[in-house]
């Protein structure tokens, strides 16, 4: 991809700049939000923004409410927390379009910032419906997305709204550029030895990133509830393992994802890149922090789950990234939300840690990795965490991402 403008090559004194952020954030009951990582990560943007002296509007979606206004998905939780985080006030609009908000973002001053409600309480965002990108396009003398987490989503505020924008006035955020930076660095010129680690309990997202992955790294790592399906597909036992079997598809049509990880491991053998699987596993007598536990391997015994790597599996693979130099890191080990079945996850943890503190590149892919490192106390400790969940994933599966791809170049 072309090198994309950033934000502060815009003329933004006293325009009003209209950004896309990820603020897809978690809430509790209290509509309080649990982790502002995204908001966090949005500043460096929105910061730059107020200081050049724009009239910042900025949107987002946040959950899956479907075109309806849903209470419970309301950006306003978003925007308190960006307040506090800014220390300065922050307007909120209770809708996302029409005559009331272009009049608020009117009577913008310059410096102020407004958060805009939920994009998807509209179904024309999802549908990238033209009408709505219009009432959104109005909005806005500028455009700039920051919404990395969102960038695989050609919906009206990633792509339609910057599509009927003229050249010379759509910029990405810096978020969006740390991302492309560190991600695409590690794909396209990795310092080696390459390590990429993947677990999590799906394999049916991530056929593509091990496909791609397996021409550009040294070695694959795999581990999590994942490992399962590869080894139905070899015909080994698992017990009561949770294994993805199969997958329904939008259509209706449905996917087998065992006959899908055979094929894999084909390719897996004729690949250079050295791929390894558990050696054995942390097992329970049930899916509870209390169960009774036992280590087996490299198969499982009949009435037994598997929880997480066991720990010759975990020694191995601390060994693998002992003298990597870049790794890639997407899907935890074991159910880490349960102390018992966290340790493969949190030993990998502190290997990786030591790569990034011999000034090696670690960078950790989105969701529930992200959730994990950030758990363990090791955020700080890597080299990047990624804001994407999916996003991050179709990144390493080096599909492009046409919301980037039309914005300005630099
Ligand atoms: C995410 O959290 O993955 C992004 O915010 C995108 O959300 P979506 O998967 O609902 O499109
Ligand atoms: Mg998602």
Redesign the pocket.
């Known amino acids: 991809m072309a090198r994309k403008e950033t934000l502060d090559k815009l003329p933004m004194k006293g325009r009003r700049v209209l950004v896309r952020v990820?603020f897809?954030v978690p809430l509790d009951d209290n509509g309080n939000v649990t982790d502002d990582r995204r908001i966090r990560m949005a500043l460096p943007t929105i910061k730059c923004a107020i200081d050049a002296g724009a009239r910042l509007i900025l949107m987002s979606?946040l959950?899956?409410p479907d075109g309806q206004r849903k209470p419970e998905f309301s950006m306003k939780p978003t925007a308190v927390r960006l307040a506090e985080l800014l220390g300065k006030d922050v307007k909120f609009a209770p809708d996302c379009i029409g005559p009331e908000v272009e009049k608020t973002a009117l009577a913008l001053k310059n410096g102020e910032v407004m958060v805009l409600e939920n994009l998807r309480f509209h179904a024309g965002e999802e549908k990238n419906d033209p009408k709505f990108c219009e009432a959104l396009r109005k909005l806005a003398d500028l455009y700039v997305n920051d919404?990395f987490?969102?960038a695989h989503?050609k919906h009206a505020s990633t792509y339609g709204v910057p599509a009927l924008m003229p050249k010379g006035t759509r910029a990405i955020g810096f978020l969006i550029e740390k991302e492309l930076k560190f991600l695409g660095d590690a794909l396209q010129k990795p310092q080696r030895p390459f390590v990429a680690v993947l677990g999590g309990v799906k394999v049916s997202d991530k056929i593509g990133v091990i496909e791609n992955l397996l021409g550009k790294c040294d070695r694959l790592l795999i581990g999590g509830a994942m490992a399962y399906v590869f080894m139905v597909a070899r015909g080994q036992k698992v017990g009561k393992s949770r294994v993805e079997r199969e997958i329904t598809k939008k259509d209706g049509t449905r996917k087998d994802i065992i006959a899908l990880a055979a094929k894999l491991l084909d390719k897996i053998k004729a690949s250079k890149a050295e791929v390894l699987f558990p050696v054995d596993h942390l097992v329970a007598k049930a899916f509870a922090a209390d169960a009774e536990t036992d280590v087996q391997g490299p198969e499982m015994e009949d009435g037994w789950i598997g929880l997480d790597i066991g720990p010759d599996t975990r020694n191995l693979y601390c060994e693998k990234l002992a003298d990597a130099r870049t790794v890639i890191w997407n899907g935890p080990m074991g159910v880490f939300e349960m102390a018992p079945f966290a340790e493969g996850s949190v030993e990998l943890c502190k290997a990786m840690a030591d790569v990034a503190k011999r000034g090696g590149t670690v960078v950790v892919g989105?969701?529930d990795t992200a959730a994990a490192v950030e758990k363990f106390g090791f955020a700080e400790k890597m080299t990047h965490i990624s804001t994407?969940?999916?996003?991050s994933l179709e990144f390493l599966e080096g599909k492009p991402f046409e919301t980037i791809e039309i914005l300005d170049n630099a």
């Open positions: 990820d897809n979606h959950g899956r919404a987490g969102t989503r989105g969701g994407g969940g999916g996003a």
